[in-house]
C-alpha cells in the first residue's frame, strides 16, 4: 500500500494495487456541479434534488446573453408539454435567450447532463419538476460561481487560474505547517494565527485591495499564518456567517480568481492560509436549498440547519464535505476552521467530514469552535478503535448509523470526531476575567485551562468578543471596565447607557492613543467626555485617565505574552498585536432593510448594529486612527522582542508544561515550558500589586534561572520593574514582577 499524489487535481490518493479503496473516490467529489472543458466549449453538470422529483432541466446562456435577472423571472415565458401532471419531455424557451435540456435521472435524486454546448462564464440555473408537477426554479447548491445570490449560478473553470505557490509545497518548506509534522500536536503548535475580515482590511473591502494588510501582517513577523472570516457568498459585504453559496466566493467582493490570487499572494508573503466556513447553518437571504432538495432539517439558533442525519441526508452530507475539500483543493488553503460545530447537531457528519479531508489531503488541518465545552477533548481527539477501520468502513459506519435513525447526539452515538484542534473558550474566559475583573478567584480555574492543552488556540479576543459585546477592542474595553462608565454615561437618542459607554470608552481612548489626552486639561477632557455620554454630574480627573491608558497598555502587552508564551496555536484577531483602537462592530446589512428601515433602526439602537450604507464597514476599517510615535515604536519593540522570543525555542510551540503554580491571593499565575535542552520559567502577575520575594514561589525548580524578558520593561512602556542582570534559584529568588506584566527566566545551568 502507497501514497500517491495526484498532482493533476491536488488530492492525495490511497491506493492498493492501483484501486482507489474509497468509495466515494475523487472523481465522485469533484462531479457535482458545473464542470467545464477546457477548450472545448462544453460543460458536465450533476446535482441532487428531491428523490421523488418527476424531472428536472438545465437552462443554459451565453456570456452574451447573460444578464437574466433572478433566478425565479421568466417562468412565464416556458411553453410545457405535454400538458398533464407527468414528467415534462420537453421545455423551450419562447423569448428564445436561452437553451433547455432535460437532465437525466440517476435515481435517488440524483440528476446529470453531460458534454452541453456552454462557454466558460455562462449562466445556468436548475428547473426542477416537483413531486406535484410544479416547475421550481433554483441556483445550482454546488455553483462556485455566482452573480449574485439570487441570480443565475456561473460556469467557472476551476482550473483557469495559474498558482504561483508551488514552491509552497516543497517537502522541505519551514513556514508551512501541516498535521503531517513530526512534531508534537501534528505540527499546528507552531501557528501564530492573525484572524481577519477582509472587507475591514481596506477602504474598498475586495480580494485585491486586502493585499496590503497581508503584506502587513506577513512583514510583522509575529504571525505565520491568516485565518479569512467566512466568504461564502452573502447580500453584502460583511462578518460573512450568513452565507448561502457554500462553494462560492463572496461576488461583493471580486470574483473567484481574485481571492485565489489573495490566497496566493499570502502563500508567496510565508503565510499559511486558514478558511473558516460555515456548516451549521444557512443565512436569510438567498438560501434556496429548502425548495431545492432535502437539505434542510430545521430552523435553528442562526438560521436553517442543514439536514445532516434526516431521511435522503447522504449526499447532503456530501455537498459540506465537498465545500470543505474545494476550500482546500480548488483555493489551496492549509486548513479550516468550523464555525460553531455543535450547531451542525451532528458528530456523525463532523466525523465524516473530519475522515474525508484526512484521506484526501493528509497534510491539511481542521480546526473547530465548538459551544459546549465538555466536548472540546471529544472533538478533538480519535478514538482509536477507528484507527484500526479502513477509510471506507469508517464512512459505511457513518451510513449505517444514520440509516438506522440512531443520532449522533446521543452518549452511546458521539463518535470521536478527532479534528486537531479547537478554538480554547475556557481559556479565553479565565484570561478576560484578569484583564477586565482582576478576577483574583480564578486563578485555579485559568490553572486547570492551560494544563494539557497544548493543542487548542489561545485566545483573548476574537471577532466575537470584539463585534458582539459592544464593538471595542481589549484596550477600549479596559477603559470601560476601569473607568466604570457603564454607570456613568446617560441613555439618549434611544440607545442604552451601556453602549453609550462603549462609544464614549473608544472615544477616551483614541484620545489617549493618538496623544491628544496629553494636551488637554482637565476641563477640556470632561468637556470632550460629556459631549461623548458621561453623565452631567460626573467627572473623570485627567490622572485617573492617564492612568487607566498606561494600565490598558500593559494589561494588552500582558496579554499578548502570556498568550506567546504558551505552548501550542495562538491566535490574534487583526490589528490587536499593536495599539490599533479602532472599533470592530458586527455589521450586515440584509435584503429585508430595503423594504423596512425601522428593523435596522430598532437594531442599531439595541445591540448597536449598522449597515453598509451608513458606513458601518468603513468605521471598522484598521489604521485609520494615527496613533503617537513615541507608543507607537515602543509597541512595535514590544512585538519585535516577543517574536524573537518565541522563536528562540520550540518551548514556546511544542514544549511540555511541566508545572503551574497559582498564588490566589495574589492573583499570580507560573508555568514551566520545557522542550529539549531549553527551559523555561513564566510568570504572570495579574493582580493590582507587586510580586517580589516577599512571596517566594514555593515550587521553584532546581537550577539558575535568568531573566530573557520582561513586558514592563521601560523600553516597551512599562514601569521598568526587571529582573534584569540578576541570577535566580530557588534559594535566592528575587523575584520582582510588576503588576500587569509578565516576566520569562529561562535555565542557565
Known amino acids: 500500500m502507497k501514497i500517491e499524489t495526484n498532482y493533476s487535481n491536488g488530492s492525495m490518493l490511497l491506493q492498493n494495487n492501483n484501486r482507489v479503496t474509497f468509495k466515494r473516490n475523487w472523481a465522485e467529489h469533484i462531479s457535482w456541479g458545473a464542470h467545464y472543458k477546457k477548450n472545448s466549449n462544453l460543460a458536465n453538470f450533476k446535482m441532487f434534488t428531491f428523490p421523488d422529483a418527476k424531472a428536472v432541466f438545465l437552462e443554459i446562456a451565453d456570456n452574451a446573453k447573460s444578464k437574466l435577472g433572478n433566478i425565479n423571472s421568466r417562468m412565464e415565458s416556458f411553453k410545457l408539454l405535454p400538458l398533464f401532471t407527468g414528467a415534462f419531455d420537453w421545455l423551450y424557451s419562447q423569448d428564445k435567450q436561452t437553451k433547455i435540456y432535460k437532465m437525466k435521472n440517476q435515481g435517488e435524486g440524483i440528476f446529470s447532463l453531460q458534454d452541453v ?93 486586502a493585499k496590503n494588510a497581508i503584506e502587513r501582517i506577513a512583514d510583522n513577523k509575529l504571525y505565520n499564518a491568516v485565518e479569512f472570516m467566512p466568504v461564502e457568498n452573502t447580500y453584502s459585504k460583511q462578518w460573512g456567517y450568513d452565507g448561502v453559496d457554500k462553494f462560492a466566493p463572496n461576488s461583493n467582493m471580486g470574483n473567484p480568481d481574485k481571492l485565489k490570487e489573495l490566497i496566493d499572494f499570502a502563500h508567496n508573503k510565508g503565510l499559511n492560509v486558514i478558511m473558516d466556513m460555515v456548516p451549521n447553518h444557512m443565512g436569510p437571504d438567498g438560501n434556496y436549498l429548502g425548495i431545492t432538495g432535502p437539505y434542510i432539517s430545521e430552523t435553528g439558533n442562526f438560521g436553517d440547519r442543514l439536514n445532516y442525519e434526516g431521511k435522503n441526508s447522504k449526499y447532503v452530507r456530501d455537498m459540506m464535505v465537498n465545500a470543505a475539500l474545494n ?38 488541518f ?80 485559568f ?41 456613568r454615561c446617560r441613555a439618549v437618542n434611544g ?19 493618538t496623544g491628544e489626552a496629553e494636551k488637554l486639561n482637565e476641563y477640556e477632557i470632561n468637556a470632550f467626555a460629556k459631549e461623548h455620554g458621561l453623565d452631567s454630574w460626573n467627572y473623570i480627573s485627567k490622572d485617573e485617565l492617564i492612568n487607566v491608558y498606561n494600565a490598558a497598555k500593559a494589561k494588552k502587552r500582558t496579554a499578548l505574552a502570556t498568550i506567546f508564551t504558551l505552548p501550542g496555536p495562538k491566535m490574534v484577531f487583526q490589528g490587536d498585536e499593536n495599539l490599533e483602537p479602532q472599533r470592530f462592530k458586527f455589521f450586515r446589512y440584509l435584503q429585508s432593510y430595503d423594504n423596512n428601515p425601522d428593523e ?22 484598521i489604521n485609520k486612527v494615527k496613533i503617537n510615535e513615541d507608543d507607537k515604536a515602543k509597541q512595535n519593540l514590544f512585538i519585535e522582542d516577543l517574536t524573537k522570543l518565541v522563536y528562540s525555542s520550540k518551548a514556546f510551540s511544542f514544549g511540555d508544561i511541566v508545572e503551574t503554580y497559582a498564588d490566589a491571593p495574589k492573583s499570580v499565575h507560573m508555568h514551566q515550558l520545557k522542550k529539549d535542552n531549553d527551559n523555561f520559567l513564566i510568570i504572570k502577575n495579574y493582580g493590582k500589586g507587586f510580586y517580589d520575594s516577599s512571596y517566594g514561589y514555593n515550587k521553584f525548580p532546581d ?23 540578576r541570577y535566580l534559584d530557588k534559594y535566592n529568588q528575587n523575584i520582582s514582577v510588576a503588576s500587569n506584566s509578565v516576566c520569562v527566566l529561562k535555565r542557565v545551568k
Request: charged fraction near 25%; proline fraction near 1%.
Open 600 to 621: 435596522y433602526l430598532r437594531l442599531n439602537a439595541e445591540k448597536g448594529y449598522d449597515t453598509l450604507e451608513q458606513n458601518a464597514r468603513q468605521t471598522c476599517v
Open 366 to 445: 481542521i480546526i473547530v469552535e465548538e459551544g459546549r465545552l465538555d466536548n472540546i477533548e471529544l472533538i478533538t481527539s480519535y478514538d482509536n478503535s477507528q484507527r484500526n477501520q479502513a477509510h471506507e468502513e469508517n464512512i459505511n459506519t457513518i451510513d449505517s448509523i444514520i440509516n438506522y435513525g440512531i443520532k449522533s447526539d446521543s452518549n452511546a452515538q458521539r463518535m470521536h470526531v478527532g479534528s486537531d484542534s479547537a478554538w480554547d473558550f475556557i481559556f479565553k474566559h479565565q484570561l478576560q476575567n484578569f484583564l477586565f475583573l482582576n478576577g483574583e478567584y480564578n486563578i485555579y480555574e
Open 495 to 513: 440607545k442604552n447607557a451601556f453602549l453609550i459607554a462603549d462609544a464614549l470608552a473608544y472615544e477616551l481612548l483614541k484620545l489617549c492613543v
Open 117 to 209: 454546448s456552454a462557454n466558460e462564464g455562462a449562466s445556468y440555473r436548475y428547473i426542477v419538476q416537483n413531486s406535484n408537477g410544479n416547475l421550481i426554479p433554483v441556483k445550482d447548491p454546488y455553483a462556485k460561481a455566482q452573480e449574485n445570490i439570487h441570480g443565475y449560478s456561473q460556469i467557472y473553470d476551476a482550473n483557469g487560474y495559474k498558482w504561483n505557490d508551488g514552491k509552497w509545497y516543497d517537502a522541505d518548506n519551514a513556514k508551512r505547517i501541516t498535521k503531517n509534522s513530526n512534531d508534537k500536536y501534528h505540527g499546528l503548535g507552531d501557528l501564530r494565527i492573525c484572524e481577519v475580515n477582509i472587507p475591514t482590511l481596506s477602504d474598498e473591502g475586495t480580494y485585491v485591495a
Open 327 to 364: 476550500w482546500i483543493n480548488d483555493y489551496h488553503a492549509d486548513g479550516l476552521r468550523l464555525d460553531m460545530v455543535n450547531e451542525c447537531k451532528s458528530y456523525l457528519f463532523l466525523k465524516q467530514l473530519v475522515e474525508e479531508v484526512n484521506f484526501h489531503n493528509p497534510k491539511a
Open 703 to 725: 537550577g539558575t534561572w535568568v531573566e530573557v524578558f520582561n513586558s514592563d520593561d521601560r523600553k516597551y512602556g512599562g514601569s521598568g520593574y526587571t529582573n534584569n542582570y
Open 447 to 487: 490553572d486547570n485551562s492551560i494544563r494539557n492543552s497544548n493543542h487548542k488556540v489561545k485566545y483573548a479576543m476574537s471577532h466575537d468578543e470584539i463585534g458582539n459585546i459592544g464593538a471595542n477592542r481589549l484596550m477600549a474595553k479596559i477603559f470601560n471596565s476601569e473607568l466604570n462608565l457603564g454607570n
